[in-house]
């Protein structure tokens, strides 16, 4: 995924625009780092990393 691309979606899920492209460049790094570690493609990793992201700025808009 280009950071551009992914630096958006961060946004759309909850992210400050601000720092956007620097959480893009480390999830794109450790989304490759844990594909590699569990032997398991770049977009599912990429995509597990997202999903915990989303979970984690929709607890903290409801205040948990």
Known sequence: MEPES???????????????????AQLDKRARQLAEQKNRPYEE????????MRQGWAARERGF
């Not at 759309?12 to 959480?23: F, Q, R, T, Y």
């Open 6 to 24: 992914l630096a958006a979606l961060l946004v759309e899920l909850g992210c400050p625009a601000g720092k956007s492209a620097e959480m893009a």
């Open 45 to 52: 990793a990429l995509a597990h990393l997202l999903e915990l």
